[in-house]
């Protein structure tokens, strides 16, 4: 996370770090005068935020090389003597005192890729005193049946590029087809798209969660799509939730602004003709992949009326 | 190579596909009834080309699993006759006869960055008969300096942004400048920005050139600039020229159309003021990376009039 064009992409994200500054500056009854851990700071805007709404200290936790900057950052606001940058990993780190609240963006595609949740489950469990305020407190993810053209769009070109060339490529379509739909896809699902009610297949109280609970993350859900369409896969979001007095929600669906999460998209090997009331149900596994944890596995089991099920493993291994 | 994507970028590559398409069908008398190696064969497009051409075979050298897609597209233009799909590596293929001329698309970004030049030279020592045609048969590397507002304007953001928030971010944007500029940029030039007469740094000649010589590639370059105006880098491009008796030229220069090269951009630490006659003279010097021999190293050794000279690595190790 040293590198800079993340950053870019994330404070660029306004939906994104308003609905912190928000729901940070909401909570100032329950953080001015006190102690705040920023985990994962970035370019430390979190940590500045907190500052605004009043703590006396913020502990601001950053593990790449980018924490000398976050220093200089402090300094240009006039903040180090209650900002306090911490380089060194989340897992190691030694706060001199316990924490009130702990803010943190740590929300990767799809939730849980590449995600901070780890580390910030492990401040919570050492240095947040008990009862203390977590921003945000609650994640869901959804799932929603979709049609989605643009593969079907991509794949033209293979139709069509040959006849540039005064050649065949199209014997390659279904080998493109393959490529493009092996994995989960991060892009931009238009609300139009969405073929059913979209379902809540996992919430996560975070001042509860454990590691342990993230190692196989599963949810059900039951579709009863809208109209007629053709249904070529599933979409994933998120959203998560600040406690205030006033919620403040961060939502990453296709009915809410776009954010630089984007939503994530399962294809079907085939599209499916679906109609009003058509039922679509089954269960969304999510785990860490074994080789390297900071990528997923997500495996969709579902069945479409009363075809057979289908079951696919749809790895989240690159996603940029 | 296998990922379908890369494939789409170069077929989509109009300039790209039809000066190769241009260059074989112009060169069809040397190849009319003769041996064809295609290098690289990826969607095996060239190798098509080649039998339009005449060519009573051609072996299409793919070493990624694309070669099973390859021989699909083969079969699909009734051409299994001719074209013979090998699966492996240039290195280490056995051709049932010796070929009378050798086609590849090797080149990548700055010419040399992941290029396939060593794989073409070892098929042409190993199995080009003596007086084999080579397509194409020359490259040659330019370098020119030039204007490039795109980073100010892109750290420009920096100073931005904070606003957004009511703080300060701008502490950043020196070393958001040090990660933009650290290596070198693989972007599109435009030929407005260009300072002063592109130099030719180097030539090869592919019908001679050795592995050995690709080991450390350099070239002195002198500019003279065209008048005033902020100097932010230089920028490098090549062509490759087919031989036949009406030649074509396959350029990525700013002044050509554009092709999925782009060029690549080399940012000055920085900007130095320019006017007429304003003299930019030096080196440039490109090695593999030690640790990974398809990344390189760029080296430019410059002054610009009677500054003192200025020695600048610019890695090129992961540009997409």
Redesign the interface.
């Known amino acids: 996370y040293?590198?800079?064009?993340i950053?870019?992409d994330m404070?660029?994200d306004?939906v994104r770090?308003?609905a912190y500054?928000l729901a940070i500056l909401r909570c100032w009854e329950q953080i001015r005068g006190k102690v705040v851990v920023d985990v994962g700071a970035g370019?430390g805007?979190l940590s500045?935020?907190s500052v605004?709404a009043g703590a006396r200290k913020v502990y601001a936790i950053e593990a790449s090389v980018?924490a000398e900057?976050t220093r200089?950052?402090v300094?240009?606001?006039g903040m180090e003597g209650r900002i306090e940058v911490l380089h060194g990993r989340a897992e190691e780190v030694e706060l001199p005192e316990k924490a009130d609240v702990i803010v943190s963006e740590w929300m990767g595609y799809s939730l849980l890729y590449e995600s901070m949740l780890p580390s910030v489950i492990h401040i919570r469990d050492k240095w947040l005193k008990k009862g203390g305020l977590m921003l945000p407190s609650e994640a869901t993810i959804y799932l929603a049946p979709i049609a989605d053209v643009e593969v079907e769009d991509r794949l033209q070109?293979w139709e069509d590029?040959g006849s540039?060339?005064?050649?065949?490529?199209?014997?390659?379509k279904p080998?493109?087809h393959r490529?493009?739909t092996r994995k989960v896809q991060v892009k931009p699902v238009e609300m139009e798209d969405i073929l059913a009610t979209p379902a809540k297949v996992m919430t996560f109280d975070l001042t509860e969660v454990s590691a342990e609970d993230l190692s196989c993350v599963q949810g059900a859900f039951s579709f009863s799509c809208y109209g007629w369409s053709q249904m070529q896969g599933f979409a994933t979001w998120f959203d998560v939730l600040f406690p205030s007095p006033k919620p403040v929600l961060l939502s990453t669906s296709p009915y809410s602004e776009d954010t630089h999460w984007m939503q994530s998209v399962m294809s079907l090997d085939e599209p499916v003709q679906v109609t009003q009331d058509t039922r679509v149900s089954g269960v969304i596994k999510i785990t860490p992949n074994n080789r390297n944890n900071r990528f997923l596995d997500m495996t969709l089991k579902y069945s479409i009326d009363d075809r057979e099920e289908v079951e696919r493993l749809y790895p989240m291994d690159d996603c940029r």
């Open positions: 040293a590198d800079i064009g950053h870019e404070l660029a306004t770090t308003n500054r370019t805007i500045l935020f605004q980018l900057e200089k950052v300094k240009a606001n070109f590029i540039k060339y005064h050649v065949d490529m199209s014997a390659l080998y493109a490529c493009v």
